[in-house]
């Protein structure tokens, strides 16, 4: 019998995700695992406790398993629940969780978050960083067409014509290029800006003009490098303009496990016309405008700025999807069959994991714990596992 995999309901305020469907767990079951879900888990994103039972799932009141999976980090109480040498895979974060990362350490749990997954080709079918980026973006969109007071498209009728709104959206990346094709869909005329030069050709293939501003920032793995103070100023400067001339701005920029890059100073929303509004993808990271409030709508001088806090949970079912397939496709590389076998030489296994047998691998989680680095490395094999291994190649050659 295979080892057990727990599904956890989430506790996080407001969150109606869920780690694994139904037909995600049918095809763990069939690879041979057993699955363990704790009551309630996919209620909110509507997937009832019996469709799991139908896929092979046993549903329990506290779950507990070899490898224990969520969406988001788990409270330090529900970590001292969690069975000792077992794995955690969730979005972590872990330089906003040290103390969650520290408690599961000192449980020997093997630590793995999707935030830290290489941005390589190999790796796009099990980037839920991506997937859910691209149910934020989608539902940026929507959240600037719902809070602004006008129209979205150009309207042509007997009582006059109505100009399209225009939509300044701010970082091209996942969650920026779906924000820009569903505003378009809307009928806004969008402009985009982005700091990495190389954005400009997805800006304008998903229906963007792009703004260069003349500063850039070109990072590694697809990310964009922080900027200097006076690129900074620079860019805001810049901006200005831009900002100003908008009806809706929809800010993007995130750099994962850090604060949120400061993008609309107070200045410019006091630039804005009356009415006008920001919607803040980036709220739960600290905000990309100076007077964002994660979950608030906050009003400046007749300018609304919308803190979107944990956008991809208001579409649970479709984000659970993705989310859930995101899951099988990284749990494959750790383990199949029913076993957890991860191969520690593996590029992607080696930089989603943040912790293994109590030593911390992510360099810049341990440097902000204060402790030393542990490289990841095949286990040594035990004495037994040698000679039980010597005993089969014996026994295999002899019959041949």
């Known amino acids: 019998m295979g080892m057990k995999i727990a599904l956890f309901r989430e506790s996080r ?47 329990v009141g506290a779950a507990a398993g070899d490898v224990n999976l969520r969406v988001n980090a788990p409270t330090l109480d529900e970590v001292a629940t969690l069975k000792e040498g077992s794995l955690h895979l969730s979005f972590l974060s872990p330089l906003l969780a ?47 067409a719902t809070y602004l007071d006008r129209f979205f498209p150009l309207l042509t009728t007997a009582a006059g014509t109505i100009r399209p709104a225009k939509v300044l959206v701010m970082g091209v990346g996942v969650a920026g290029l779906q924000a820009i094709a569903t505003a ?3 009928g806004a005329r969008v402009r985009a800006y982005d700091v990495r030069s190389a954005a400009k050709e997805e800006a304008e293939s998903a229906g963007a003009t792009f703004v260069q501003l003349g500063v850039t920032a070109e990072g590694t793995g697809g990310y964009a490098r922080a900027l200097t103070d006076e690129e900074l100023r620079q860019q805001q400067d810049a901006l200005l303009s831009e900002v100003a001339g908008s009806d809706v701005i929809i800010t993007t920029a995130a750099v994962p496990g850090r604060k949120a890059p400061i993008l609309v100073t107070t200045a410019m929303v006091e630039a804005m016309a009356e009415g006008s509004l920001i919607i803040d993808m980036a709220a739960d990271g600290g905000g990309n405008c100076e007077l964002t409030k994660a979950g608030e709508v906050v009003e400046h001088q007749g300018v609304r700025v919308v803190g979107l806090s944990n956008p991809p949970a208001e579409m649970g079912t479709h984000a659970s ?34 912790a293994r047998d109590g030593g911390i691998a992510h360099v810049p989680t341990a440097e902000a714990l204060g402790v030393t680095p542990t490289p990841l490395t095949p286990p040594v094999a035990t004495a037994t596992e040698t000679t039980d291994a010597t005993d089969a190649t014996d026994a295999k050659e002899s019959t041949t």
Do not use: C
């Not at 019996?50 to 549903?59: I, K, L, M, N």
């Not at 993705?322 to 076993?339: D, H, I, Q, R, S």
């Open 13 to 59: 305020p407001g969150e109606t995700r869920v780690a694994l469907t139904p037909d995600a767990v049918k095809a763990l079951v069939a690879d041979g695992w057993q699955v363990e879900v704790e009551r309630g888990a996919g209620h909110l994103a509507h997937f009832d406790d019996e469709s799991y039972v139908a896929a092979g799932a046993t549903v």
């Open 184 to 186: 378009k869909r809307l």
């Open 321 to 354: 999807f993705l989310y859930a397939n995101n899951v099988l496709k990284l749990l494959g590389l750790f383990g199949t069959k029913g076993e957890l076998a991860p191969d520690w030489s593996d590029e992607i296994v080696m930089g989603v994991t943040i």
């Open 98 to 144: 040290l103390d969650v990362v520290k408690s599961l350490n000192d449980r020997n749990v093997t630590i793995v978050s999707f935030d830290l997954l290489p941005r390589i080709s190999r790796a796009q079918y099990m980037d839920a960083l991506s997937s859910q980026s691209t149910v934020s973006g989608y539902r940026a969109a929507l959240a600037g």
